[in-house]
């Protein structure tokens, strides 16, 4: 048996994935779906209902129209407050919040804003000025586990028997490896390319660490590998590492992946942690998936 009974008058992905979201990750509660109001109102189990209108004398929220819809568009906002918690898609009395919390948490995980028409910046970018959490105040505030925390009062007002899952703090640290090492295995063309530009910069500091650590006399500044696990292993941390793996561009400029030293690279960090890829400065404009 689930632990809450959720009237609404519809199903929809977008629903299913805000309940588990808020439901099922941040409350750990289980929960069961209904559209008919005789089962709902029989029940005497913890339960709610979302919809346009209650079933009977519930906690009821009133529901926006955009978890029932399947398309993208513009949608009209409006901004409440409710004690703490702020949010968009303000509704009508009666309601146990006066915005529909499920439909602002799907808008802003979603980031529905993002696949709308917008000014982009010159990297094809969706810019934080024209973000609605910007405009709204609380862009730095985790206001959809703020919600979470406000359905968790008022659920746990009326069904005191309810329990909930406890969230414990975690820290783990990852670490981007956008340029594994500073001088060492970058090939004869860009080493070669390097010593000229600080020649011409006049940067002769970087010449003589160059010419040191190629020559094996002192240690590649980026090569700080052992000391990340040394300290991780001091804190009983367990850190990820994502490596770039995409084509080198002007903005991407790590070792090329069939530089068998970066290959070795990765294997080694790959026995003592979990390792992740990360993307190139292009991928978001390509839909190539390889």
Not at 77 to 104: C, H, M, Q, Y
């Amino acid at each position: 048996m689930a632990d809450l009974l959720i009237y609404t008058e519809h199903t929809t992905n977008r629903l299913t994935y805000t309940f588990d979201l808020m439901i099922g990750d941040l409350l750990g509660l289980s929960y069961e779906l209904t559209h008919d109001k005789d089962t709902f109102n029989q029940y005497r189990g913890p339960k709610f209902s979302y919809a346009t209108e209650p079933a009977g004398d519930e906690l009821f929220f009133r529901a926006y129209k955009l978890l029932f819809e399947t398309d993208i568009k513009h949608q009209p906002f409006t901004f409440s407050e409710f004690g703490r918690i702020k949010g968009f898609f303000s509704v009508l009395e009666p309601s146990a919040i006066p915005f529909d919390i499920f439909a602002s948490a799907f808008f802003m995980v979603s980031r529905y804003k993002e696949y709308l028409p917008s000014k982009y910046d010159k990297y094809g970018r969706f810019r934080a000025s024209q973000s609605m959490i910007l405009k709204a105040g609380f862009i730095e505030k985790p206001m959809v586990n703020y919600y979470a925390l406000e359905l968790k009062g008022m659920l746990a007002e009326r069904f005191p028997r309810l329990r909930f899952k406890e969230n414990k703090f975690q820290y783990i640290p990852t670490f981007d490896i956008d340029i594994a090492y500073s001088y060492l295995h970058k090939g004869v063309k860009r080493t070669v390319g390097a010593f000229l530009r600080s020649f011409l910069l006049s940067d002769f500091k970087d010449i003589r660490n160059r010419i040191a650590v190629l020559a094996n006399k002192k240690q590649d500044p980026y090569d700080t590998y052992d000391y990340i696990f040394n300290v991780c292993a001091k804190n009983e941390l367990a850190p990820k590492f994502f490596f770039l793996v995409g084509d080198g561009s002007r903005f991407d400029k790590n070792i090329s992946t069939e530089e068998e030293k970066y290959r070795e690279l990765i294997r080694s960090i790959a026995e003592r942690a979990d390792i992740g890829v990360h993307l190139s400065f292009k991928s978001h404009v390509s839909s190539a998936v390889t």
